[in-house]
């Protein structure tokens, strides 16, 4: 999951002067259907600028569906938290 979201992350959407900084950080929280389907998108920290926000929101979008939920799994989703943040990034 973390491998697919980072690969749908263009960093390049993100403001030239934020990317060179790499101090943005955006966490969003999302819904994984037992289907695998990425849902119910919401921000949970700012980095403060739009299009760092932006590219994190796009990436969650892009990244669906992710694999199914394990068959052995009794819930019918997972409810996650993921860091977008430039200071970890390449």
Known sequence: MKRRIQQNWLQN????????ARMAKTTMEFTIGRD???????MVQSSGNMSMDNSGQRALLASSPLPALPSDYSG??????FDFDLSQSR
């Open 13 to 20: 959407t993100i403001d030239p002067n934020v990317r060179t």
């Open 76 to 81: 019918s989703y997972v409810r996650v938290t």
């Open 36 to 42: 695998g389907t990425i849902k119910d998108i919401r």
